[in-house]
Nanobody, 122 residues
Framework: QVQLVESGGELVQAGGSLRLSCAAS????????MGWFRQAPGKEREFVAT????????YYADSVKGRFTISRDNAKNTVYLQMNSLKPEDTAVYSC???????????????WGRGTQVTVSS
């Protein structure tokens, strides 16, 4: 049974940084691309970043490019999202997801975590 568990979300001031983690179990982690998505209140879930199974390829939403960095440690079955220069509009529930290939659409992902709340105060 695949499980994805996010952690690291909290309240932070604008301009601050956070690192989110997503620990995976029940799958051969290195064979899966991993993605981060976010959902703000009253909005659709949106793509943030994705990384290939090897970690060699990464893609970002334009809204976070240059501020967020996705990475993974296949020895620890964990994917990370380093978030710098946070803005109030980054406030959302952040979820990680697993898929056989890198993808940017919500419905392309097979497995999802429950999410972790990130709140950025102005």
């Amino acid at each position: 049974q695949v499980q994805l568990v996010e952690s690291g979300g909290e309240l932070v001031q604008a301009g601050g940084s956070l690192r989110l983690s997503c620990a995976a179990s029940g799958l051969t982690f290195s064979r899966y691309a991993m993605g981060w998505f976010r959902q703000a209140p009253g909005k659709e879930r949106e793509f943030v970043a994705t990384i290939s199974g090897s970690g060699r390829s990464t893609y970002y939403a334009d809204s976070v490019k240059g501020r967020f960095t996705i990475s993974r440690d296949n020895a620890k079955n964990t994917v990370y999202l380093q978030m710098n220069s946070l803005k109030p509009e980054d406030t959302a529930v952040y979820s990680c997801a697993a898929n056989a290939m890198v993808a940017t659409k919500v419905d392309e992902y097979d497995y999802w975590g429950r999410g972790t709340q990130v709140t950025v105060s102005s």
